[in-house]
């Protein structure tokens, strides 16, 4: 498989979880587990670019495809994504454990609704849960992601992602 | 909250798929996944053999076929809800399929997964049943139809045998008017009960063991449905009767 | 004090790394650590006959199965946390019940194998002989004694305490009107997104135990463990690392696991490590808000109260660790903003076969003020009144403080609101509201409540600049998303006159700050803060008299700013801070960053010795603030909501809050807060509910079917302050972090009675909840 555009070995143990592959095998520790049964979003990552829980995937299963996870989203050193940079303009989050799973959520979200509308925001952020916000900053995350996207100013980093999506 | 062990395999045809279940004990088809790995996370399922079709080629299609649309076993219902085809053939899919959990769920979630493993209070499985859709099932002796009304048996059961692989979902058309109405605690939650109408026909999920096709006049009538932490059996009669009014205002 | 950033909506710095996956949570660090499980009891009330661990000990991967008997400290029973005299009959459990088990999800026997899938499945091989017991789950249940949950506890009281102020009695005897009402608020959980979790490596060597563990006072796990295991302080390190949320529950101490896996560390000389599951996060993490109160109340024909008296019994779970400090704080905060002139309140701590209860945010709070404004919505009921004028006439007046209420309070001291100005918060709530939205079943409802926070002991901080010019303070105190490195930042930056990005802050890491408590009861910044105040103030001063004589200024004459000490008027005639720092060393060998300039070559500015009696070398000072008494936030929430009169879906259609918590720090952390606090509440108040059975077993442990809301459940917040600064700490400031979730439940009790006549007395609500009410009243 490929996580973040290298090339990486298939997990031995297939019972293996994706979340814990690439927590504990790869040190992707990005990626959180916050409830291990899909309802949280906390580990949610993009598999060939649409955004997928990896804690209801095994390892294994992603064998041939592109995995890319919040370390992937933007190089370290460079700018923001576009996402991540409107998290931090909104005070989208607080403790930061749910994060990773909103970004790469918005990101799906953003890719399949370019600008979307307040029922549109609602809906692709629902699917993630954050005990700290109370969302209201993550809908003006998104909307400000959409700015962002569409803005000349920004590098073109797109809603896929940079690397791998 | 890990899976239990279990054997591994990865057939690369629908034939090598089959094959593996006519010969292992104990083994489950892994589709999506959505419902299943929950439940191996819980340990509330432990099968001894996982058989993963996800690398079987050439079965995530969605066509046009007897004034229906088919849709195949390795089409995810994201697919099925972006589906220019659908929405024209079957419009009453599109709606419900956006009721199906959040996007994220659908991006990997199966459609024919969702209809095999028959969760009562389901969107799908009522949808096939109130459109008089099928299936096609498959296994080493030969391929067969079941239709939608002989194919739900129980709570997570249905008449598949245990080496059939639901290969194919076939759902008719739907002509004006339809809809998919249902009460759901958050937003993408299973529904405490819910109804579709699919022009005079009616079928409900959520308040018996599987879907059950209702008279719009009198919907609750003969339905005798469980108790659970967020409805009571009261509460889910009063809401069939309340959305299926919603149902047939129109 | 200038006020460059204090009040200033300054973005976090912590959000960089979070953004990138950077953060560190305690589960993020690894080093070949060994994984564990725990076996936990299936009963809530069981006699353990036998543990039998060989078939899981013999299992390939697994590296130690521990069971009481295995443990040098298995028979000794965990700290009670907060003694108290009326807590007669406190009890704890142990680290690993061999005996009796008294909750489910109660920890038995602890597994450490090489990852944590193998340990699930040893753990699956320990075999118990458990002999079910007969259970009470509720606190009705436990006060007619129908069983015990602990043999020695007689009638299953573990505190009883009373409280009067005035004379109810009388007062009640002679009030015009009367009523008699009774009040239910069930269980509740604070699910933070990030579980418990706990990984620590033992040295050998140099004796050193080091644990990062998801807490909300690595202080306190520091002392407890250093006492433990008979080692000096400064062998025990404790760092709580990035906290995915806390609420309250993650300041309980001592979890099994927070001895458990640094011993297993010691014995098994690998670094070893547990991170909670979501499923036994259910039972396993203390919960709370479990009450059922009976309340008279005597009034005078315009709705004002002339005496209150409310008996209530408090469901304390399986064990008292963390004291009687929930129903103390209950009984404190039952009159809130509202002049009782005459109050009675007496509580029963009870014991029950549930997981034990300590604070979740709001603490003994939410349930208070249902209690209050329930009752004040009934008097508006019975008199015809409207709500709104009802409560004008009973709230405490702005020049009324400091106002006695003449209770206990949390920290030992009575109950003494500092400032505050209430029916302020009333009519900015009530104009921010607006007109009623058209339509039908629609209902307003509206809380007012105060909130004691800030409570001490203490807090410390030390600050320090560099030879930089860059600043780095810490601080004991954790953060679980409060944004304490920005916050402190700005209290730091003020003081020393630096920009606020040069001002790098740790904290709740005992190796850069040792001294402390924790995060909780919305204490942050009341201790922590104005300790950051004072130990930036104490650097301030130094650096003017190290300034002084360099400048050959009076140290009267000099301010820091712009990253300079420098003469007031004069902004040319300065040093900048790092040379201040240079100079605050007098060093023998430079080692660059233009220490040159303190060698004993250098010119002197002064005669003397290089160090002073009394001085001390460095531009750092360690400061520390302790309340003389807590700080009285308050706020008011209002709303409408449409209740839809066939499903009983809720829908709230606005929502506004007026919140006082003294002067600002930083607009938009405080925005953060509230936001959150009311989701919280929300949750709280309609979709989220322990549902215990008779049986013990709590059927809802998944977020499956415990409904924390998502995005679609939580409608916009309008959010308002007034700013009525506490006289009682150099910053002015008061704590903020439970504020929201505080009156949710009385709003949305208040606006679902008003839009569908059905009478509310409970907590939390549902649409079948609320279906089964309409048909009884209907009956």
């Known amino acids: 498989m490929k996580v973040n555009g290298v090339q990486r070995a298939a997990p031995d143990d297939t019972r293996l979880l994706l979340s814990d592959h690439l927590r504990q095998e790869l040190g992707l520790t990005g990626t959180h587990v916050g409830c291990e049964h899909g309802v949280c979003g906390c580990c949610t990552v993009l598999l060939d670019g649409a955004p997928v829980r990896s804690c209801l995937m095994l390892a294994v299963q992603a064998e041939g495809h592109d995995v890319t996870t919040i370390e992937g989203l933007a190089r370290d050193g460079s700018a923001l994504h576009p996402v991540q940079q409107a998290f931090h303009e909104c005070h989208a989050l607080q403790c930061g454990f749910c994060t990773p799973g909103f970004v790469m959520s918005v990101v799906g979200l953003l890719a399949q609704h370019p600008h979307p509308t307040e029922q549109e925001v609602d809906e692709g952020i629902a699917g993630n849960l954050c005990r700290c916000t109370g969302y209201a900053s993550i809908r003006r995350a998104v909307t400000r992601a959409a700015e962002l996207n569409s803005s000349p100013h920004v590098g073109k980093s797109g809603p896929k992602g940079r690397d791998g999506a | 909250m890990k899976p239990p062990p279990f054997a591994y395999h990865a057939p690369g045809s629908i034939d090598e798929a089959c094959n593996l279940l006519s010969t292992l004990e104990d083994a489950k088809v892994l589709a999506g996944g959505q419902s299943l790995i929950p439940l191996l996370n819980f340990r509330l399922a432990r099968p001894q053999h996982l058989i993963d079709i996800n690398r079987i080629a050439g079965v995530d299609r969605i066509y046009e076929r007897d004034g229906g649309v088919a849709v195949q076993a390795l089409v995810r219902q994201a697919a099925v809800e972006d589906s220019d085809v659908v929405a024209r053939v079957c419009p009453l899919l599109t709606d419900a399929i956006r009721l199906v959990a959040h996007r994220v769920i659908r991006n990997r979630g199966t459609v024919c997964g969702s209809i095999a493993h028959a969760d009562p209070a389901s969107e799908l499985p009522a949808v096939l049943l109130a459109l008089g859709g099928s299936v096609v099932a498959k296994s080493t002796r030969g391929e067969r139809v079941i239709g939608a009304g002989a194919l739900f048996a129980g709570v997570f059961e249905t008449t598949l045998a245990p080496d059939e692989v639901l290969v194919e979902a076939w759902f008719p058309s739907s002509s004006k008017p339809y809809s998919v109405i249902e009460e759901s605690r958050r937003h993408g939650d299973f529904a405490l009960a819910g109804v579709v109408r699919a022009s005079d026909r009616l079928a409900l999920f959520g308040v018996a063991p599987t879907p059950v096709l209702a008279d719009p006049r009198d919907p609750a009538r003969g339905l005798e449905p469980s108790r659970d932490l967020e409805a009571s059996p009261d509460f889910r009669l009063h809401l069939i009767r309340v959305l299926t009014e919603q149902a047939f205002a129109a | 004090m200038t006020t460059r950033w204090f009040g200033a909506p300054v973005q976090r710095f912590e959000d960089d790394r979070l953004l990138r996956g950077h953060g560190r949570f305690t589960d993020d660090f690894d080093e070949g650590a060994l994984e564990c499980c725990f076996v936990r009891s299936p009963y809530a009330h069981a006699r353990i006959r036998s543990i039998d661990a060989t078939a899981a000990r013999a299992m390939p991967g697994v590296i130690a199965v521990y069971t009481a008997v295995d443990l040098p400290f298995g028979g000794v029973d965990l700290p009670l946390l907060i003694p108290h005299p009326n807590l007669t009959h406190g009890r704890t459990q142990r680290c690993l019940a061999s005996e009796r088990v008294r909750y489910a999800g109660e920890a038995v026997a602890f597994v450490v194998a090489e990852t944590r899938y193998l340990a699930e499945d040893a753990a699956e091989l320990v075999e118990v002989d458990y002999e079910p017991l007969p259970v009470v789950i509720t606190p009705e249940a436990s006060s007619r004694a129908e069983h015990l949950v602990h043999d020695d506890v007689p009638g299953n009281v573990a505190a009883e305490m009373l409280q009067e102020v005035g004379e109810v009695g009388k007062a009640l005897r002679e009030a015009p009107h009367r009523k008699r009402l009774k009040f239910r608020y069930e269980r509740a959980a604070a699910s933070p997104m990030e579980g418990r979790a706990v990984w620590a490596r033992w040295s050998a060597g140099d004796r050193k135990l080091m644990v990062y563990d998801s807490t909300q006072s690595p202080t306190s796990i520091r002392g407890g463990l250093a006492v433990l295991f008979g080692l000096p302080e400064s062998n025990v390190e404790v760092i709580a690392p990035d906290v995915g949320g806390g609420f309250g529950p993650k300041i309980m101490l001592f979890y099994p696991d927070e001895l458990l896996v640094p011993y297993a560390s010691m014995q098994l000389g690998r670094p070893v490590k547990w991170t909670e599951d979501r499923q036994e996060h259910f039972t396993a993490v203390n919960q709370e808000r479990g009450q059922v109160h009976e309340v008279e109340v005597g009034f005078d024909a315009e709705g004002r109260v002339l005496a209150l008296s409310d008996d209530f019994i408090h469901d304390g779970g399986a064990y008292t660790p963390y004291g009687i400090i929930l129903p103390i704080i209950s009984a404190a905060q039952v009159p809130g903003p509202y002049r009782i002139p005459n109050y009675r ?161 740790t904290s709740g890491d005992t190796r850069r700050f040792p001294w402390g408590v924790g995060t909780f009861a919305s204490r942050g910044a009341v201790t922590a803060g104005n300790a950051m105040h004072v130990a930036a103030r104490m650097v301030a001063d130094k650096a003017k008299h190290i300034a002084a004589d360099h400048l050959e200024a009076a140290v009267e004459d000099l301010e820091l700013a712009g990253g300079l000490v420098r003469v007031k008027g004069s902004p040319d005639r300065g040093i900048p801070l790092g040379a201040v720092a240079v100079l605050s060393n007098p060093v023998r060998y430079a080692f660059g960053g233009g220490t040159e300039a303190a060698t004993q070559f250098a010119a002197r500015p002064r005669e003397g010795p290089p160090l002073r009696d009394g001085e001390q070398p460095g531009l750092e000072a360690t400061g520390y603030y302790s309340p003389p008494g807590s700080t009285w936030a308050s706020g008011c929430h209002a709303a409408y909501v449409r209740v839809d009169p066939k499903t009983f879906r809720l829908e709230i259609l606005k929502y506004v809050v007026v919140h006082d918590c003294g002067r600002v720090i930083n607009p938009l952390v405080l925005q953060g807060q509230i936001e959150g606090g009311v989701a919280q509440g929300i949750g709280g108040a309609f979709y989220e509910r322990l549902a215990y059975d008779g049986d013990g077993q709590l059927r809802n442990a998944s977020f499956m079917e415990f409904l924390m809301p998502y995005a679609t459940e939580i409608p916009p917040i309008e959010i308002d302050h007034i700013e009525t600064p506490s006289p009682l700490n150099p910053l002015g400031v008061k704590g903020a972090g439970e504020a929201g979730v505080i009156p949710v439940g009385a709003v949305l009790a208040s606006a679902i009675e008003d839009a569908t006549g059905i009478e509310i007395t409970e907590m939390p609500l549902s649409p079948l909840r609320l279906f089964e009410l309409y048909r009884l009243m209907e009956r």
């Not at chain 3, 209690?371 to 709230?395: G, K, P, S």
């Open chain 3, 345 to 505: 309140v007496r509580f029963r701590d009870m014991y029950t076969n549930a997981t034990p209860t300590s604070p979740y945010r709001g603490a003994g709070r939410p349930h208070a003020c249902f209690v209050m404004e329930r009752t004040l919505d009934a008097i508006a009921a019975d008199l015809h009144l409207d709500r709104i004028e009802l409560r004008r006439r009973n709230l405490i007046q702005a020049g009324e403080f400091p106002y006695d209420v003449g209770v206990a309070w949390q920290d030992g001291n009575t109950v003494v609101y500092d400032s505050g100005d209430y029916p302020t918060l009333l009519d900015k709530a009530i104009a921010n509201l607006g007109p009623k939205p058209a339509g039908d079943n629609v209902g307003m409802g509206i809380g007012i409540y105060v909130e004691g926070t800030g409570v001490g002991p203490y807090e410390g901080a030390h600050v320090q600049v560099l030879v930089s010019g860059k600043v780095v303070a810490a601080t004991g105190i954790p953060s679980q998303g409060q944004a304490h490195a920005t916050v402190w930042a700005q209290v730091v930056a003020d003081e020393l006159g630096v920009d606020v990005g040069d001002v790098e802050v």
